[in-house]
């Protein structure tokens, strides 16, 4: 896989700032040192990246969504904001986006971004769903700082939940978005029919891909040459793009073939979101854990962990006791073994998505930027804050290569912001509730 990592740059920004690190895979283990040495070395090498201009055809300054003649700013123009709640599995965020919008038939302009979160998600307070709401209060006074009062009352919030409350008994989600609803009708803000919810994972993948290729300009482009989305979450994985082929129309289940409109546009889009598969989820199924609850005193182990390691790990409210194999296998080839049965023959694949040109983001990002040495041949050296890297690092690595089955050549462009504005499906799930309340086009 080709690899580029995108950096974020002001909104104002009129060229793209990506910086294309390409280099080519031989082997696994030396795929896994390159690929996440190569990250680490783009992120020291940030003020160096910025005045790389390797892409030159990718307009990604918002301003580069409307013609020049339109993009002088104008005074007389309200802003519109919107407020969405993220409720993930492994924290909430609040995304406060204020917008402007010049001619009905146009975009609207994103003009900025407020973004904060908390930790640990709703789901780790399946049992006090109470207490889980009142995260969202303290989310929400950073919103009633960034929205002008004068704007509160028809300023839309809305809650979306994933794979977390997916995963939970109906009972227990459906309780802790009662609680969250409450402290919703509290605020000062609009609350639409079904402000809180828990969103389908088809709508996650198709949002995500409507805010990326809105952030990188193709929705405005009229060769809408738009790119493919890989959002990785803790416990589900989501892909979408929209085919070219008509081999892939014919070749996906119909359930992975969706048709979207959005700025009297209408996407047929190829999307799925494969619950179970998110980074921590394939950390419980490599360690043979998932489903099993917590079970008293039982360590689950893996040769992806440190030989001598034992500890606890929590995640969805539940504790779990893992370690590595004593006087057992460890390092990356027992370790890609195990990751392998994690996703031996889960996912669908089509030949267009190696040729397609993808961002990818969330934990794609997050766990190549968390890595500064060579994993799972020196696990000796792993501290206790990381004893996850190695496993996170191969099912990544099976993930890409053999579950979606990417070629060394396909291009993978790691971003966690673009224009400052955070990918995933939050900013194109903010545009369809505008839209829904007729506040934008
Ligand atoms: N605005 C956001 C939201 C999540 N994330 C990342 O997404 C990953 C976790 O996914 P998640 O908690 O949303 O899990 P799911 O509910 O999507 O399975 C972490 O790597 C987060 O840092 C992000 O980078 N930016
Ligand atoms: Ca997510």
Known sequence: MHLSSVKDKTATAHRADIA????????????????????????????????VDACPDTKTGLESLLPSTMSIQNASIESVYGIMFDAGSTGTRIHIYSFTQKYSDQLPELEREIFESVKPGLSAYADLPEQGAETIRGLLEVAKNAVPSSHWRKTPVVLKATAGLRLLPEKKALALLSEVKDILEESPFLVPDNSVSIMNGTYEGILAWITVNFLTGQLYSQSKQTVGILDLGGASTQITFLPQSEETLEQSPLDFITSFKMFH?????????????????????????????????????????????????????????????????????????????????????????????????????????????????????????????????????????????????????????????????????????????????
């Not at 294309?20 to 160096?48: C, G, H, Q």
């Open 20 to 51: 294309a690190l390409n280099y080519k895979m031989d082997s696994e283990p030396s795929f896994l040192r390159t690929l996440f040495s190569l990250i680490l070395v783009s992120s020291l090498l940030d003020s160096v990246l910025s005045e």
């Open 265 to 441: 546009t209408t996407y047929k889009l190829y999307t799925h979101s494969y619950l179970g598969l998110g980074l921590k989820a394939a950390r419980l199924a490599t360690l043979g854990a998932l489903g099993t609850g917590a079970v008293d005193k039982q360590v689950f182990r893996s040769s992806c962990l440190p030989r001598n390691m034992e500890s606890m790990w929590q995640f969805g409210g539940v504790s779990y006791r893992y370690g590595g194999i004593e006087n057992g296998e460890s390092g990356f080839k027992s370790c890609y073994a195990e990751v392998l049965r994690v996703v031996a023959g889960k996912l669908h694949r089509v030949d267009e998505m190696k040729e397609s040109t993808f961002y990818a983001f969330s934990y794609y990002y997050d766990r190549a930027a968390d890595t500064n040495l060579i994993v799972c041949d020196h696990m000796e050296g792993f501290t206790s804050s990381s004893p996850f890297l190695c496993m996170d690092l191969s099912y990544i690595t099976a993930l890409l290569k053999e579950g979606f089955g990417f070629k060394m050549t396909t291009p993978l462009q790691l971003t966690k912001k673009v224009n400052n504005v955070e990918t995933g499906w939050s900013l194109g799930a903010t545009f369809l509730v505008l839209q829904s309340l007729r506040i934008s086009n």
